[in-house]
């Protein structure tokens, strides 16, 4: 097998853009730590045999977070030839605390300083020869983004690893190399030669997994205890911090010789954030840039697909003649009947064929493909968001909200991945290191309005707030405030309580998006989409015109036109639309469409597509408004009620599935999803009945109705804002031993 590099550094460096680069691959670069939780592998681009690995984001190779220990149980059990260990060069300080660990594994690493580009429009300058000189390896200067410096910095890490030049390490203070000097000697001295150092610090500072790895004797440890007691009362402090410290004051020492910081007061992102992160400012810009982003994607409606497909597809179809499905049993002959050539050479088909390709078909599945033109605005505006910078802003100001009811910014970020698809946003959920805040955050996340969830929000939009984007925008605050009051109500209960943990990012420079990375980013959410159009879409659409063609009503029978409720799917509906007639959507088309949304939420336009007397048609703004009327009544409370529960209930099934694989407990994956229905529900019961209040019409029961509903908001408001019983159970501090 030929060179393993591993590129190690901290989250937001640089790594995955170097990868791409290096490998000629796509992986998602992403503007906040998480993105990158897999390491990933691929094959150096003029390169025989040299295979690069890309490790998840850290700031140290202590084993709290998910991302350390994959990241170092690659380094230090699969022992990669060489370290690529890349440096932020605008946060040079903070970046070298990493490679001073990493030059004690006993790797061979090489430095790359990457973000030149910002760092030299900044006039900063680093003298490389001097940091290679105390740091005791090659460092090179690159920009990932402009391509700068990389294939000299890869080819230095593949000689280096060739070489097997190990980098020497520096110097603790005098009692702490005493101490791991002996450590070295009573603990690790059968290890191999290079990696005892390494070991020695760890045992030092009494790391938990290289303990249970070495699995020392007892006697053993309590010798070695004795040396880090001596020294940790020499320096008055506990082991780690000691270690921490030291490496700090080292840097400092380093990059005092070679780091040469221009005073040229703020730079053109320190300007730009005073006002877009500024305290009273920060949360009305996010909300103008989501209203301008839902503007110009649900604004634009985009009907040309549904027309195109209705053309190509049937265009020639001239007549259709009565069928015989249903009216018979089949024969071959009959079967092979299905479709006959004209004359003319326009297709005759069965009319129940022709009725399940127009009305089934391209009823459900068009009028879901009609919203892929503004699905992918909406991809490629979020992606811009993130690729610029804008959107690691977002969650540094959502930590300070977070933060006032118990959670941090790292939940913000599953939730912004769910803007494109809740999978992978309640995945990301991995990263979060406590229990409590990283079941919050599944139980949460789900509530964000996905890209799936778009078409309906654009579907009541058009129907019945002519096109409105506000109300798209409040789709998306709905899912905030849902994910708000979710924390509030539940940090106040036993298994949540308990403060965040802290959140450190590093907030990457502005830079004009790179064409690259949002065409991916854009392409990985879009495609997924239509993806699922041509599958579960198509399969649920022919399920549902089959039910809704056959009817129990006068003996099991084919029915042609069924609008009026006779058909199988109607009765189903109708069985459980009573459930929703307090949300004020009490049709069997709308409980359809809700149950369906299940396996998709897409399906639940495609079910309106399906079941519309309109048939397959164009989606334009006066068809969607006949929708309105049609399965709302034109009742526009009604519609954004549906939309609501729609977007705050159960999600889809694969989401479930993501739910249940990262709970990893049936009650727990149960209680989510029951939550989120109920939160739904009295969500919905609440605008509903309330807006009824408004809504210049009477009826008897409204006052009961609405009393109920001020009754239920009393009690959220009560849990929201009574005194925390579980505020004072973190101040018991853990300690190690
Ligand atoms: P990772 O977390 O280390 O994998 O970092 P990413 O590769 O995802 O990059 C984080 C952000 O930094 C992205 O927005 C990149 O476009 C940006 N970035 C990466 N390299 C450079 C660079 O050399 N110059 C500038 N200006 N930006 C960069
Ligand atoms: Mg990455």
Redesign the pocket.
Known sequence: MGVRIALA??????????FNVLTGSNQR???W?G??VEKKEGRLKNSQDAVIV?LP?IYSLSPYTLEEVVARNYLIGERPDVILN?VDGTNLERNLYLTTQLIEIGIPVVIAI?????VRKNGDKIDIRQLSADIGCDIFE?????GDGIWEAAEAAVKAAEGKKSAHSYYFSGCVEHAIAHIEEAAVHDLPEEQQRWYAIKIFERDSKVLEELDLPEEKLRHIEKDIVAAEGELDDDAESIITNERYVYITGITKKSYKRKNNGLTVTDKIDRIVTNRWLALPIFAAVMFLVYFLSIGSVGSFTVTFMNDALFGSFAETYPGTFMEGWYSIPELLDLALLNEDGSLRVADWLYSLIQDGIVGGVGAVLGFVPQMFVLFLLLSLLE?C?YMARVAFIMDKIFRKFGLSGKSFIPMLIATGCGVPGIMASRTIEQDRDRKMTVITTGFMPCGAKMPIVSLIAGALFGGSALVATSAYFIGVAAVIVTGIILKKTKPFAGDPAPFVMEL??Y?AP?AG?IFRATWERGWSFIKRAGTVIFAASVIIWVLNSLSFEGGFHYITEDFGGASILAMIGGAISWLFIPLGFGTWQAAVATILGLMAKEEVVGVFGALSTLGGGELTLSTMELYGIEFFGGNALAGFSFMMFNLLCAPCFSAMGAIKREMNNGKWTAFAIGYMCVFAYIASFCVYQIGSLFDGVFYWYEPITSAIAFLIMGVVAYLMFRKNPYSENELTVKTSK
């Open positions: 550094g901290n989250p937001n460096c640089g790594k995955t853009t170097l670069v992403g503007n730590p993105v990158t890309d984001g890349i990457n973000m030149m580009d910002i690159i920009s990932a983004l402009k690729d910078g990457p420079a830079h790179v990375n």
